[in-house]
C-alpha cells in the first residue's frame, strides 16, 4: 500500500521560504505525477502544481512565481518551496500521487498533511 | 481557470436518507470530474473518479453521474461514516480546481 508522509516546519515567518518534504513508501515513485494541495483552515482545497518522476512540472500560475518542486527518486521524496510567504499561505499542506488511467487523472493517495502557519 | 460550484453548501440529512450533491463547472470539462471525501482532520478520499467511476472498496451506495457541466454525487441509504465533507475535481485542464465543499450533517 502506497503511503505519502509530509514533513516540515509548522511555522514559518513571513516573507521566509516555506520548505516541505513528502516521503513515499510502499511504491516507487515513477511513471506518476506527484502532487501538492493546500487547504487553508475552514476553506476549500486549492491546487498547488505537480511534478512527474521525471522532474517536468506544472504550477498553479498563481502561485507560479513562487513555487518550487522537485523529486529525488535514488529517496522517493518530492519537495515543496514556496517563497516569500505571508498569512494567505497559512495551510494544510498535502501531496497526493496521481494517477492516469483511461485517460483520466484522479489522485488516489494523499499524505496525511501538515500544517503550516505563517506567524512572526 | 475552470471554476467548480457545489451546491448546496451544507445539507442536513438523517441515516437512512438518500442525498444528491450537485458540482457545475465554468465551462465543459467532459467527463474529468473526481469526488472526494474528507473528514474533519483527515486527507481527503477518493470515491469516483471520471464522473461515474466508482473507487475500489468505496460502497455501491455511492454513484456518480453527469458529463459536460452539471454533475451529481448521490448516495443512497447514508450511513453514519458518511457524515463528512464532499468535494468534486476537474482534470479536464490545470491548473486543476475543486469545488468548496459540500459539508453533509446529521
Known amino acids: 500500500q502506497v503511503q505519502l508522509q509530509e514533513s516540515g516546519p509548522g511555522l514559518v515567518k513571513p516573507s521566509e521560504t516555506l520548505s516541505l518534504t513528502c516521503t513515499v513508501s510502499?511504491?516507487?515513485?515513477?511513471?506518476?505525477?506527484w502532487n501538492w494541495i493546500r487547504q487553508p483552515p475552514g476553506k476549500g482545497l486549492e491546487w498547488i502544481g505537480y511534478?512527474?518522476?521525471?522532474?517536468?512540472?506544472n504550477y498553479n500560475p498563481s502561485l507560479e512565481s513562487r513555487v518550487t518542486m522537485s523529486v529525488d527518486t535514488s529517496k522517493n521524496q518530492l519537495s515543496l518551496k514556496l517563497t516569500s510567504v505571508t498569512a494567505a499561505d497559512t495551510a494544510m499542506y498535502y501531496c497526493?500521487?496521481?494517477?492516469?488511467?483511461?485517460?483520466?487523472?484522479?489522485?488516489?493517495?494523499w499524505g496525511q498533511g501538515t500544517l503550516v502557519t505563517v506567524s512572526s | 481557470d475552470i471554476q467548480m460550484t457545489q451546491s448546496p453548501s451544507s445539507l442536513s440529512a438523517s441515516v437512512g436518507d438518500r442525498v444528491t450533491i450537485t458540482c457545475r463547472a465554468s465551462?465543459?470539462?467532459?467527463?474529468?470530474l473526481n469526488w472526494y471525501q474528507q473528514k474533519p482532520g483527515k486527507a481527503p478520499k477518493l470515491l469516483i473518479s471520471?464522473?461515474?467511476s466508482l473507487q475500489s472498496g468505496v460502497p455501491s451506495r455511492f454513484s456518480g453521474s453527469g458529463s459536460g457541466t452539471d454533475f451529481t454525487l448521490t448516495i443512497t441509504s447514508l450511513q453514519p461514516e458518511d457524515f463528512a465533507t464532499y468535494c468534486c475535481?476537474?482534470?479536464?485542464?490545470?491548473?486543476?480546481?475543486f469545488g468548496q465543499g459540500t459539508k453533509l450533517e446529521i
Open positions: 510502499g511504491g516507487s515513485i515513477s511513471s506518476y505525477y
Open positions: 475535481q476537474q482534470t479536464y485542464g490545470t491548473p486543476y480546481t
Open positions: 497526493a500521487r496521481a494517477t492516469y488511467s483511461g485517460g483520466h487523472y484522479y489522485f488516489d493517495f
Open positions: 511534478i512527474y518522476y521525471s522532474a517536468n512540472t
Open positions: 465551462q465543459s470539462i467532459s467527463i474529468y
Open positions: 471520471a464522473a461515474s
